[in-house]
């Protein structure tokens, strides 16, 4: 939307754009603003490339960006040490996962990123 609109500038998603997407895929208006806001960062990316470089993106692999508003992480009960869940406005689900040397590294250094 942003590309074919050309809106290449820094400033937020209009509320008309993020309530049609709440509207459209049935997610929450917090995760329909973060969403936009990422799409104008890729928008940003090649816009900043010379006019004959700019191509409108195309995704081969789909990655997000999600801040801790959008997931906890907590202790898990069962074969694994960890579960992330994701907040409502998601899909119900819970990935569980197990220690690895990097996680452990943060639980070390003080565990600043559980939620517990």
Same mark, same amino acid.
């Given at each position: 939307?942003?590309?074919?609109? *050309? ?15 709440? #509207? #459209?895929?049935?997610?929450?208006? *917090? ?28 995704? *081969? +692999? %789909?990655?997000? $960006?999600?801040?801790? *508003? ?6 898990? $009960? ?13 899909? #119900?689900?819970?990935?569980?996962? $197990? ?7 943060? %639980? +070390? ?5 559980? +939620?517990?």
């Amino acid at each position: 939307m942003f590309w074919s609109d *050309r809106t290449f500038g820094k400033e937020l998603a209009t509320k008309e754009i993020t309530d049609c997407a709440v #509207k #459209k895929y049935q997610i929450t208006a *917090r995760l329909s603003q973060a969403l936009a806001k990422q799409a104008k960062e890729i928008i940003l990316s090649q816009h900043k490339k010379s006019k004959t470089q700019q191509t409108m993106p195309i995704f *081969r +692999n %789909i990655s997000l $960006n999600l801040d801790s *508003r959008f997931w906890t992480l907590e202790k898990f $009960n069962g074969s694994f040490d960890w579960a992330l869940k994701l907040t409502p406005g998601f899909p #119900k689900l819970i990935i569980p996962f $197990n220690n690895t040397k990097h996680s452990l590294k943060f %639980i +070390n250094d003080g565990g600043c990123f559980l +939620n517990q």
